[in-house]
C-alpha cells in the first residue's frame, strides 16, 4: 500500500508508516527540494533581447545570467533602426557563442520597413517591429501562459536576484520593471552629464499570456513605462529599484558615434560625447584591449567629452570596488575597454 501511494505522490511528498503502527495510519514527510527543482516545475524564465554589435555585453548577460534563466533568444536585423543595411554579427561569430547553443536562440529579422532613414518615426518603427519578432521568437520555444519573459536591450543587464524573484512579483502585476543604474560611456563614468549615473526604466517582465496579448513593444513601451529616465510611476506596474545596470554607450569613442548614427533618435539630446568628424563601419568592438589602444580610445573620447569625470583606476592595478555584474569582475580582462583608466591621460 505504501509503494502504491509512493507512485502516485508529488517527488517533495513521501508517505511512510506512523509510530503507533496502526494499520491504517499514515504520516506525510515533506522535502523541502532546492528552489531551482520546483521553479522549473512551473515556470520557465526566457530572456529576450534586441542585438546591434555589442557581442562582449551579450557574452557578459549569458555568463551573468545562465543560472537564472531557462533561455536566451537574441534578436538581429539585417538593418539599424536608421534603415542602414548590416552584418548579422550573431551569425558571423557563431563559433564564438556555440558553448552556449543549449540555452540560446537567435532570430533574424529582415525585410523591415524601407521607410526614409531621415524620418525618426521611421527609426522607431523599426525598433518596435525589431521588438515584435521576440513575440515569434519565443513563441517557437513552445512556452506555456504563465512562464516568464524579461524583454530587453542588450546592454540593460537585469540582476540576477531579481530574475529569481520574477515569478513573485507578477502575481501582483501584469508587468514588471527593473529599473537600471545608468552607465554612459564608461563603467567607472562619475559625471552627471548625459544622464549618467540616475536611474532608468529598463527591461520588461510579464507572463506569456501578457505577451501575446499585448505584443514585445506594448509590453516594453506601452504607456511609457519604459525606456528613460522614471519621472512618475504608476500603481499599475511593479517597479523594482537597483535592479541591475544599463551600459550605454561603451567601447570607446567610435562605438560611440557608431550607435549615435543608427539607433532611434535623429539628434539625441542626452548624447554621452560630441560627434566625430566621420562615421565608421558596421563592426563589432572588441573590450579585450592592450594599455595602448586604452589610452588611444581614452584620448579621442576626452577630445570630444565637454565635462569628463572619472572614479580613480589604474591599469596594471586593476581592481573594480564598484557595483558590477559578479561576471564582469571574475572576467575583468575581457572587459578592460569598458573602463577609463585614469593613470593612461
Known amino acids: 500500500d505504501v509503494m502504491r501511494l509512493l507512485r502516485r505522490a ?24 532546492p528552489r531551482h527543482r520546483r521553479r522549473h516545475k512551473l515556470v520557465r524564465r526566457i530572456d529576450a533581447c534586441l542585438l546591434y554589435n555589442e557581442l562582449d555585453l551579450l557574452t557578459l548577460r549569458l555568463e551573468e545570467l545562465w543560472e537564472h534563466v531557462d533561455h536566451f533568444v537574441v534578436v538581429e536585423a539585417d ?9 548579422l554579427f550573431l551569425q558571423e561569430h557563431a563559433a564564438r557563442f556555440a558553448p552556449y547553443a543549449e540555452k540560446l536562440s537567435c532570430r533574424v529579422v529582415e525585410g523591415l ?10 527609426r522607431f518603427a523599426r525598433e518596435a517591429a525589431q521588438r515584435d519578432a521576440i513575440g515569434a521568437a519565443v513563441a517557437a520555444l513552445d512556452p506555456s501562459p504563465d512562464d516568464i519573459v524579461v524583454i530587453s536591450d542588450v546592454d540593460e543587464l537585469p540582476r540576477p536576484a531579481v530574475v529569481d524573484r520574477l515569478d513573485t512579483l507578477l502575481r501582483q502585476r501584469d508587468h514588471v520593471v527593473f529599473v537600471l543604474r545608468n552607465h ?11 544622464l549618467n549615473g540616475l536611474a532608468v526604466a529598463g527591461p520588461v517582465a510579464c507572463r506569456v499570456s501578457t505577451l501575446r496579448r499585448e505584443g514585445a513593444q506594448t509590453v516594453r513601451r506601452g504607456r511609457e513605462k519604459s525606456g528613460g529616465v522614471i519621472a512618475n510611476r504608476s500603481p499599475d506596474f511593479v517597479y523594482v529599484d537597483d535592479a541591475g545596470w544599463h551600459f550605454s554607450s561603451l567601447g570607446g569613442p567610435e562605438a560611440v558615434w557608431l550607435k549615435a548614427a543608427n539607433f532611434s533618435h535623429i539628434e539625441d539630446p542626452y548624447r554621452v560625447i560630441g560627434l566625430g ?3 565608421p563601419a558596421h563592426r563589432v568592438f572588441d573590450a ?7 589610452r588611444a580610445l581614452q584620448q579621442a573620447y576626452l577630445a570630444h567629452c565637454e565635462r569628463p569625470a572619472f572614479a580613480p583606476l589604474a591599469f596594471d592595478a586593476f581592481e573594480i570596488t564598484t557595483d558590477v555584474p559578479r561576471h564582469m569582475r571574475a572576467a575583468k580582462e575581457r572587459y578592460r575597454g569598458f573602463f577609463f583608466f585614469t593613470d593612461l591621460v
Open 113 to 122: 520597413p524601407p521607410i526614409a532613414a531621415q524620418s525618426e518615426a521611421a
Open 288 to 294: 579585450a584591449l592592450d594599455r595602448e589602444t586604452c
Open 79 to 87: 538593418q539599424t533602426f536608421a534603415g542602414s543595411p548590416k552584418p
Open 184 to 194: 554612459r560611456g564608461y563603467v567607472n563614468n562619475i559625471s552627471t552629464a548625459a
Open 277 to 279: 568628424e566621420t562615421v
Open 10 to 33: 508529488p517527488a517533495e511528498r513521501w508517505f511512510a508508516p506512523t509510530r503507533d503502527d496502526t494499520p491504517d495510519g499514515l504520516r506525510v514527510l515533506t522535502i523541502d527540494t
